[in-house]
């Protein structure tokens, strides 16, 4: 009793925070709008893992290791949101007016009707964990490349501005996706704070251990265990909280009861479709895990005996061309993925979701199999025929 008491007295005090950082300013709205719709970790899938994807040459597994820790991470903000079952500013106001009838009034926008769990924030979580393995990874690649070109070595300064640069944007990038959730109602700053913490630590944990040579040393089983795993465990989960009584669509209930209009809530903002979305990129990821194997026992004529990974042995010793074609030929996948979304049919719920886990399952399979596998088959082919 004395725990609920403390925790409704900190919403409280949240609460009023949160209306002090609702200015009524049209361009600062329209700004923290956009952050809200670009930051959205179902719509990464079409511009930011593409875009990395594109500018990475194909035997970088970092565009296929980002994708893989944000599907992750969006998979798992769902169901800690399930076990802290926690409210979003704009519904708890009104659940507990009578109690606390000071509470001040909270602007909804078109991003404020969010229908699911509010603890922890799935955007600031994402993107913290994404951006946090970026941002190694690129210090790591400059480190690297300053020790084997010694005439490259940047002086201290520099390198220690480069350093504090790349944390500055990514702490700045952080607070602004935090500040336009908040400003738009849809979480209390504790929230936001949890999920920037929980995303880097879950981010660092599956870098360091589900990395490249993790990968590659798992047996063929093992990669269709992991490829079938979160879609058995979602589905678990989901109907174990039926059997207990417990409402897993709670929250599109709230979000129902006290939007101002039922039309600025979307289904792309429940729990089920974020499941679908995320069980289906991770199930993509693994079929590639088992597509670049018999690529490599295809063009390597048995298995390959290198330690270097699938995706290196596969694309090395490439021209630019190759790399260039390939980066286009992602950024076309992406839009061509993006142009069926808005084409997917809405009349029955089952067959909205199965197009979703579809479009999903086939963006890593078109960004990291199909379009770099196919290129590599033509290149050879044309080889054979100069031969």
């Known amino acids: 009793m004395i725990f ?21 300013s049209y361009y600062i709205e329209n700004f923290l709008h956009s952050v ?10 079409f511009y930011v893992y593409p875009c990395i994807a594109a500018l990475c040459t194909p035997r970088s597994s970092l565009p296929f290791e980002l994708m893989l820790i944000g599907s992750l991470l969006s998979w798992s903000s769902i169901h800690v949101k399930w076990a802290f079952r926690g409210d979003r500013p704009f519904w708890w106001v009104k659940e507990v007016i009578q109690s606390y009838p000071n509470l001040p009034a909270l602007r909804q926008t078109h991003n404020t009707c969010v229908a699911n769990p509010g603890n922890p924030s799935s955007h600031v979580m994402v993107h913290a964990g994404v951006l946090l393995v970026l941002v190694n990874s690129m210090l790591s690649t400059w480190r690297n490349s300053s020790a084997k070109n010694s005439k490259f070595t940047l002086h201290p300064w520099y390198s220690w501005m480069w350093k504090w640069g790349c944390w500055g944007f990514y702490t700045a990038l952080i607070l602004i996706v ?17 999920g920037a913490i929980f995303g880097g630590y879950l981010a660092t944990k599956i ?8 990968r590659e040393k798992q047996k063929s089983w093992k990669v269709c265990v992991f490829t079938l795993m979160p879609v058995i465990i979602a589905i678990g989960t989901y109907w174990i909280q039926k059997a ?3 409402d897993p669509q709670r929250s599109v209930r709230l979000a129902f009861k006290w ?8 289904v792309n903002t429940t729990p089920v479709y974020y499941l679908t979305c995320s069980c289906g990129c991770l199930f993509g990821l693994g079929v590639v895990l088992l ?17 270097e990974p699938y995706f290196h042995s596969l694309f090395a010793n490439n021209s630019w061309l190759f790399y260039l074609t390939n980066g286009v030929g992602v950024l076309l996948s992406a839009c061509l993925l993006f142009k069926l979304q808005s084409q997917i049919p809405t009349d029955s719920v089952t067959i909205f979701y199965l197009h979703h886990f579809a479009l999903n399952f086939a963006a890593p399979f078109l960004y990291f199999a199909f379009v770099p596998i196919m290129l590599k088959l033509m290149t050879k082919k044309i080889k054979i025929k100069e031969d």
């Open 4 to 24: 609920s008491d403390w925790t409704q007295e900190l919403l409280v005090l949240e609460t009023k925070l949160v209306s002090l950082l609702q200015p009524r």
């Open 36 to 45: 809200s719709v670009v930051s959205d970790p179902n719509n990464a899938i």
């Open 178 to 194: 935090m500040l336009s959730r908040i400003y738009n109602s849809t979480h209390f700053p504790h929230q936001c704070i949890f």
């Open 207 to 214: 870098h360091a251990n589900w990395n490249s040579e993790w």
């Open 244 to 246: 207990f009584d417990i």
């Open 259 to 266: 939007c101002f209009s039922p039309y600025d809530i979307s």
């Open 291 to 307: 597509l670049q194997r018999q690529a490599v026992a295809f063009f390597f004529r048995g298995l390959k005996s290198s330690k």
